[in-house]
């Protein structure tokens, strides 16, 4: 089992950046594949990113392609998200998510660990 803790969000203006971290716990981060989701008020948990358990493989929905990075650090146990170029519509609560099954354009369902999430808002 792993426990996920997100930070790094906030207020930022359209243009601007973020990054986020997301630290898990327990000695076996690097048999997961992780995910970045994120939740706008109203809409369904969308797929941002996902990462291979080397970090060598990376995934990403087209919204954000070119725009945010998902990288990881095995031995810091703790998975980023770079994002750039933000846009008002990205704001949203950003969870990260482990699924020790499959790694790759994954929905929800797939992960069975999840963070609290951290609030991103762009304002434009």
């Known amino acids: 089992q792993v426990q996920l803790v997100e930070s790094g969000g906030g207020l930022v203006q359209a243009g601007e950046s973020l990054r986020l971290s997301c630290a898990a716990s327990?000695?076996?981060?690097?048999?997961?594949?992780m995910g970045w989701f994120r939740q706008a008020p109203g809409k369904e948990r969308e797929f941002v990113g996902g990462?291979?358990?080397?970090?060598?493989?990376?995934y990403y929905a087209d919204s954000v392609k070119g725009r945010f990075t998902i990288s990881r650090d095995n031995a810091k146990n703790t998975v980023y998200l770079q994002m750039n170029s933000l846009k008002p519509e990205d704001t949203a609560v950003y969870y990260c998510?482990?699924?020790?099954?499959?790694?790759?354009?994954?929905?929800?369902?797939?992960?069975?660990?999840w963070g609290q999430g951290t609030q991103v808002t762009v304002s434009s």
């Open positions: 998510a482990a699924d020790p099954t499959g790694c790759g354009l994954l929905p929800a369902r797939a992960y069975d660990y």
């Open positions: 327990g000695r076996t981060f690097s048999t997961y594949c």
């Open positions: 990462i291979s358990r080397s970090g060598g493989n990376t």
